[in-house]
C-alpha cells in the first residue's frame, strides 16, 4: 500500500513493561470466566470436580485491582509534584516518552476514579453492553476466520475525509497496535478520538463546563458519501469533564450515527452533543455534510469525537477497517506532512487537505 502504519515518532519502541502489565492483567481477568465451571457440578455427579473451578472467580478482581493500585500511585505522584513544584496543575496525562506528551486533557486523576473500572461489573447497562462487546468481537472472529482486516492487506475504494473542518488533535488510535485506540474489541481496533488543542496543548480553556472545550458544539462532518443506517440521539451530555463516568448513561455511544459506504463499510461517530443528530436512518448524505455536533454523551472522560469504520452494520459484530484520509498531519517534534493519502495517529494534529464544501 505503500504508506507505513508505524507510528511516525515512536515507530522502533518496544512493548513497555507498563503495557505488559495491563496486557497480562487482562488475560487474567479473562480467565475469571471459567469461573462459572463450578456450576456444571450442579447438572450431573459427573462434574462434581468443575467445583474446583470456583477460585478461577478470583482472576476477576485482577484487572480492577492493578487499576486502583495505579489510581493510587497517579495521586501520590500528583501531590508530590504540586508540593514540590515540579510540573503545574495542568500536567499531561500522558508519560514524557509518549508521543501525546504535549497533549493536556481535563483528567484530574485520583484513586476514585480508577474505581469506576468496579461501575462496569454492577451498572446494569454498561456490564450488559460489554457482555454485547465481547460476544460480538467473538462472532466478528468466526466471519473472518480469525484473520482480521489488516493494513497490509485491506484497501478501502472509499476516499475519506476527516469527518471535521479546521485542525483537530488525534488523542488515541493508530493503525500502529501499540498505539491502537484498543486492539480489543476488535471493532475499535482502528478507530480514533479527536478533540481541539489550544497552542499550549490544552483541550480546554480553563473556564469550567462543557463550552469551555474547544471542540465541543463542532460541526461534525460525513466522512465519505453513503446512506445512514443508524442515527441515535436524546442522550444527555455528562456536565462533569474531568473523567468522572456518567452513571445515567445508557449507551456506551451515547448519540451517534452510522452510515454506509459504497464497499459496504460503516463509518461510526459517536459521543455526539445531544439534539443535535440532524440526519435520519435512509437518509443520503454526501461527504462533508454535517451529521451532527461533538458532544459528551455516553462513556465519555470528555468533550471528543470517536470515529471507526467496520464492516457490519450491527456495531458489536463489526470488525475494525484501517482507513486513510486525505489528510495533512503535524507534531511538535516532526515536520508538517501534506499527502494525499494517510493514516493518522495520536499525538499529530490533523487537517483536512480538501476543501471545506466537501
Not at 493500585?69 to 500528583?78: A, I, K, P, Q
Not at 454485547?132 to 482480521?148: C, E, K, M, T, Y
Amino acid at each position: 500500500m505503500g504508506v507505513s502504519i508505524s507510528h511516525p515518532v515512536d515507530s522502533s519502541a518496544d512493548e513497555s513493561l507498563t503495557d505488559r502489565i495491563e496486557r497480562g492483567s487482562f488475560l487474567l481477568g479473562l480467565l475469571g470466566v471459567l469461573g462459572f465451571l463450578e456450576y456444571l457440578q450442579f447438572v450431573h455427579e459427573a462434574f462434581e470436580l468443575t467445583q474446583l473451578f470456583y477460585l478461577f472467580f478470583l482472576l476477576f478482581l485482577v484487572p480492577p485491582g492493578l487499576v486502583v493500585l495505579s489510581g493510587l500511585r497517579d495521586s501520590v505522584r500528583s501531590l508530590s509534584h504540586r508540593l514540590t513544584g515540579e510540573r503545574t496543575e495542568t500536567e499531561s496525562y500522558y508519560a514524557d516518552d509518549d508521543p501525546r506528551h504535549w497533549i493536556e486533557m481535563a483528567y484530574e486523576p485520583g484513586a476514585l476514579k480508577k474505581l469506576q473500572i468496579l461501575l462496569i461489573l454492577v451498572h446494569p447497562n454498561i456490564a450488559v453492553r460489554g457482555i454485547f462487546q465481547v460476544a460480538g468481537a467473538i462472532v466478528a472472529l468466526v466471519r473472518h476466520a480469525g484473520r482480521l482486516p489488516h493494513p497490509e492487506t485491506y484497501e478501502s475504494t472509499v476516499e475519506y475525509r476527516l469527518p471535521f473542518d479546521g485542525e483537530w488533535t488525534v488523542v488515541n488510535g493508530s493503525p500502529d497496535k501499540r498505539y491502537s485506540h484498543s486492539w480489543f474489541p476488535v471493532r475499535q481496533r482502528y478507530a480514533h478520538d479527536f478533540v481541539i488543542t489550544d497552542n499550549d496543548g490544552r483541550t480546554h480553556d480553563g473556564s469550567g463546563g462543557l463550552d469551555s472545550f474547544y471542540c465541543f458544539d463542532e460541526p461534525i462532518l460525513a466522512p465519505a458519501a453513503g446512506t445512514v443506517v443508524r442515527a441515535k440521539d436524546g442522550h444527555r451530555d455528562h456536565h462533569r469533564t474531568t473523567g468522572w463516568i456518567d452513571p445515567l448513561q445508557y449507551r456506551l455511544a451515547g448519540n451517534y450515527v452510522v452510515i454506509e459506504h459504497a464497499d459496504g463499510a460503516y463509518s461510526f461517530l459517536a459521543h455526539l452533543k445531544k439534539g443535535s443528530v440532524c440526519v435520519t436512518p435512509g437518509e443520503h448524505v454526501e461527504q462533508g455534510q454535517e451529521i451532527g455536533r461533538c458532544g459528551h454523551s455516553g462513556n465519555s472522560s470528555e468533550p471528543h469525537l470517536h470515529f471507526h469504520v467496520q464492516d457490519h452494520k450491527i456495531p458489536y459484530v463489526g470488525a475494525g477497517l484501517p482507513v486513510q484520509f486525505v489528510a495533512a498531519t503535524d507534531h511538535p517534534e516532526l515536520a508538517r506532512n501534506e499527502r494525499a493519502k494517510t493514516y493518522v495517529h495520536c499525538g499529530q494534529i490533523v487537517t483536512s487537505n480538501l476543501p471545506p464544501d466537501v
